[in-house]
């Protein structure tokens, strides 16, 4: 049986501008309102983004628009209605990232909602499978899966280092690395951490917030909290990775724009034998004092070329949180040139 029966009817053939009608029916009425969202709120995001309306009764929905517009809205549902009758679950996030995948699908990939299939890349965990939303997204998992030292640069919201840390916690979950390494500069270059209250994972701990976040997204909270314990995932400060060698380990350094060329050059050759390293940051975010230059800057434009190493620029068009935040890093990046200039 059919997910959606489709019809298509061109209300004004004669015209360039012609406006284009689709019908799609759902069959199941819990997956379909899933599907639309609380008060229609998906479909409201989907008007927005493609330029159609989409009138919903019931567990149908009237989209009219461009033609390229309904054709776009009409993967989108199909595409995100087999998602949520795999996973019964569908967040704002996933609607978005449906969206700009129908986009790009118009010239760069092919695609079978019917047949369960996706053309981004995802990466299993046992809690749930994580999909790339964007091009970016997608050409990310790709080199985290292919090379041993990735770096992810670009703005925040992108999702850099929720996908570094579901690679790395999927190579723990099939036993292809022993521990997952986290690190990350504190605010201050030198890592002036003594001032701070309790023990060095109790110093540290404010500033690896987010990757924290991310473990306990995609990993049940008992098996984060039981891995911490035993040291299989292990919180190391940049400062205290000297003299180490990192082997059978998924490592990560996020917001590596603060670390100094000395810094990054130590942490880069801590790498050993069967372990893949993962380096994230913001290179408009350097927090480094009078001007000292950036060591991710320095090793992304060092490394280019190098065989083995991956490098995945992600832009403001890029940002999947809030579509709020899109347009303010782009409003940032707008007056950024002008404040450099001063």
Request: hydrophobic share 40%; charged share 25%.
């Amino acid at each position: 049986m059919r997910t959606s029966d489709t019809v298509i009817a061109p209300v004004a053939p004669s015209a360039e501008t012609a406006s284009t009608q689709v019908v799609l029916a759902f069959e199941d009425n819990k997956v379909a309102s899933i599907l639309f969202g609380q008060y229609g709120q998906n479909l409201a995001l989907i008007e927005r983004r493609l330029g159609v309306t989409a009138d919903q009764r019931g567990n149908h929905v009237t989209i009219e628009g461009s033609r390229d517009g309904c054709e776009q809205a009409r993967r989108v549902l199909e595409g995100l209605y087999e998602q949520v009758k795999r996973n019964r679950d569908l967040s704002s996030g996933d609607v978005e990232g449906a969206i700009r995948q129908a986009i790009a699908q118009g010239s760069l990939f092919s695609d079978d909602p019917a047949g369960g299939r996706t053309a981004f890349e995802e990466i299993n965990l046992r809690k749930r499978p994580v999909r790339a939303r964007t091009a970016a997204q997608d050409g990310y998992i790709r080199a985290l899966k292919r090379y041993p030292l990735v770096f992810g640069t670009g703005p925040a919201g992108t999702g850099k280092t929720w996908l570094a840390v579901a690679q790395a916690l999927q190579l723990y979950e099939r036993k292809e690395v022993d521990r997952i390494i986290l690190s990350r500069p504190a605010v201050e270059a030198g890592e002036r951490l003594g001032f701070l209250p309790g023990d060095m994972r109790e110093k540290v701990d404010p500033y690896l917030r987010p990757i924290y976040d991310a473990l306990y997204d995609l990993m049940d909270s008992r098996i984060v909290e039981r891995a911490l314990e035993d040291g299989d995932i292990e919180i190391a400060p940049l400062a205290f990775m000297r003299g180490r060698t990192l082997a059978n380990a998924a490592v990560i350094l996020d917001e590596a724009q603060n670390t100094t060329s000395m810094q990054m050059k130590m942490f880069l050759t801590r790498l050993g034998e069967n372990s893949r390293m993962i380096v994230t940051g913001d290179p408009s975010q350097v927090d480094l004092p009078n001007g000292q230059p950036s060591g991710l800057a320095e090793a992304v434009r060092l490394l280019e070329g190098v065989e083995g190493v991956g490098h995945v620029a992600f832009k403001q068009g890029d940002v999947i949180r809030h579509e709020l935040v899109a347009r303010i890093v782009a409003a940032y990046d707008a007056v950024q040139p002008a404040r450099g200039a001063n």
